[in-house]
Nanobody
């Protein structure tokens, strides 16, 4: 079964850091199909950081300079390093695999992980 499993969330003080991980299983993994999103209750899910098909990265303006997306194809894992965390970063963070064709690998549908809670509070 194809699945994405996030880990690394938790409670952190403002100014602190966390690293989220998303491990993929059940299908071939291609890093540039991956991204991170977040959602606060009552709000729409929003993009945090993602790769483009060419391997560049895109970040939400609110996290630029603080968050970094990275990953390892050999480990089937994508990471989100979050530094200088703020209370407004509090959300459930989701890993997402896009649909489409990536380096000869076809993903027929978007796939989401179950989410991991990040709480930034003193």
């Amino acid at each position: 079964q194809v699945q994405l499993v996030e880990s690394g969330g938790g409670l952190v003080q403002p100014g602190g850091s966390l690293r989220l991980s998303c491990a993929a299983s059940g299908s071939r993994f291609f890093l540039y199909a991956m991204g991170w999103y977040r959602q606060v209750p009552g709000n729409q899910r929003e993009l945090v950081a993602t790769f483009t098909s060419g391997g560049n990265t895109n970040y939400a303006d609110s996290v630029k300079g603080r968050f970094t997306i990275s990953g390892d194809n050999a480990k089937n894992t994508v990471y989100l390093q979050m530094n200088s965390l703020k209370p407004e970063d509090t959300a459930v963070y989701y890993c997402r695999r896009n649909s489409g064709l990536y380096s000869g690998i076809y993903y027929p549908r978007v796939l989401w992980g179950q989410g991991t809670q990040v709480t930034v509070s003193s």
